[in-house]
């Protein structure tokens, strides 16, 4: 057993059919196959005091230790403990829900089938004709902060019913600085209020909004201006490098004036093709780069070798290719058995992903990708720390971490990923406070302590 030892204990979690304590990789993301390791305890158990874990080890430990002086004592007898679930890419912060552009997709797919020869519809032709990011663009810049934040906290009570509770949240639905400034807000005004740990990026280069449509050049130089305003409201910046939407060159010159102001850099790259990202990633000292369903071999190799020197961790979003109808998918096989560190999304947004629930993602991952239940489960929780830069706080159930933690009723972890298309998570612990019991939101206040 690991033990702080403390004079109070606040919650004691006990007899637990497996305990996934994840422990061991904070320092380093899990890469191979110590992906396939989830640091299993049978009848485990654990200890919380204040905001932090104080014990974690085989139940009846716990029990002798803490039982006496805890104030609550909760019994997961046939149930699975694990850490919350962190998503390190989403898109949470918009109005209005695409379901047109999605009908409209998918008669172009029945179209397309049967060889008319009729102009397909697809995800960035819709984007080329004004519509897709551009259409949620023109619903948010009308829709206001306040009505911004009252949509975005349902969104996020959802996910935290579903066992998130870190969210990196990107802006990028407002491509103008009073738009992007007020995104930026509604998610520092959230991460204050709810209990879901948020993490700010600024994705200012996610389309060329329509009134810069004949000069994205200028559309860069306006992103290039803004930078040091956004600077104090976001940990990141992201640029989306791809068809369709920025160019590498001009990924380059967002995120080296992005490192100069000193955020944190992420891409994302190979989604619908390779334009290179990944050598911008890693020249830039990038957390992460995500999407790469598109990725030369080359590069494969290049983010495995750069795994000693903190390179990149690879966020790989397979809600994405799946709601896309896409055939090509992220070669995670070939990443993982390389030894590229792979941390999986949700990628949240009305366009691509309009699933928050990383349950469903693990199963995609699963299916699609052909990842084993237990890389998904290091890739929803220490990896994707590791993707934003939190694995020293989050990401594991290990002593001193946050104490962010899930009972899930099933009495395995292979029940998680297979059974899909339900919740399987009964209780969340968020920084030490039970925030969701009996599959229920309780009523929060103020939020709870954050990460510093
Ligand atoms: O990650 N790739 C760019 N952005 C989102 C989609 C956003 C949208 O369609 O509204 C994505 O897939
Ligand atoms: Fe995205």
Redesign the pocket.
């Known amino acids: 057993m690991k033990e702080r030892s403390g004079e109070q204990c606040d919650i004691v979690i006990l007899n637990s059919n497996e305990l996934l304590t994840l422990a061991g990789a904070s320092q380093r993301p899990r890469t191979g196959r110590e992906m396939r390791e989830l640091g299993l305890i049978p009848n485990g158990g654990l200890a919380i005091e204040g905001c932090e874990f104080a014990a974690v080890g085989p139940s009846k430990e716990i029990e002798s230790r803490y039982a006496s002086k805890a104030k609550r004592i909760i019994d997961a007898s046939g149930k699975v403990v694990m850490p919350g679930f962190v998503d390190p890419h989403t898109?949470a912060v918009f109005a209005g829900w695409r379901d047109k552009e999605w009908v409209m997709r998918l008669e172009g797919t029945v179209i397309r089938l049967r060889r008319t020869g009729i102009e397909k519809r697809d995800y960035l032709d819709i984007l080329k004709a004004g519509g897709?990011?551009l259409e949620?663009v023109r619903a948010t810049r009308l829709a206001s902060q306040e009505e911004l934040v009252k949509m975005t906290k349902k969104h996020l009570d959802t996910m935290l019913l579903h066992g998130t509770t870190t969210a990196e949240v990107k802006s990028g639905y407002g491509l103008d600085l009073e738009n992007e400034l007020k995104i930026l807000k509604v998610i520092e005004a959230l991460g204050k209020e709810h209990p879901i740990r948020l993490v700010p990026t600024f994705l200012g280069a996610?389309a060329v909004p329509a009134e810069y449509k004949d000069n994205p050049e200028g559309y860069v130089e306006s992103v290039l201006g803004w930078m040091p305003e956004v600077k104090g409201l976001a940990k990141f910046c992201d640029v989306?490098c791809?068809e369709g939407a920025f160019s590498l060159a001009q990924a380059r010159k967002i995120l080296f004036r992005a490192k100069e102001l000193g955020f944190g850099i992420k891409l994302?790259a190979g989604?619908f093709k390779d334009l290179g990202g990944v050598g911008l990633a890693l020249q830039l000292g990038a957390t992460s780069v995500d999407?790469l369903d598109y990725v030369a071999e080359k590069d494969i190799e290049e983010m495995a070798r750069a795994v000693e020197a903190k390179g990149p961790i690879t966020v790989l979003l397979p809600g994405?290719s799946f709601f896309l109808s896409r055939e090509n998918v992220a070669k995670a096989r070939a990443m993982i058995d390389r030894g590229v560190p792979i941390a999986l999304g949700t990628?949240f947004?009305?366009?691509?992903?309009p699933t928050p629930n990383m349950q469903l993602i693990m199963t995609l991952a699963c299916l699609t990708l052909r990842m084993t239940p237990e890389e998904a489960i290091n890739a929803v929780t220490i990896n994707a720390a590791h993707a934003l830069g939190y694995a020293h706080r989050v990401g594991s159930l290990e002593v001193g971490q946050r104490a962010d933690a899930l009972i899930l009723d099933i009495p395995t972890y292979t029940r998680l990923a297979y059974q899909f298309g339900v919740n399987h998570v009964e209780t969340v612990i968020k920084t030490g406070k039970v925030v969701v019991e009996g599959e229920r939101l309780m009523e929060y206040v103020g939020g709870g302590p954050k990460i510093d």
């Open positions: 898109h897709g990011i949620t996610h989306f791809d994302h989604e999407h994405v990628d947004n009305p366009g691509s992903c």
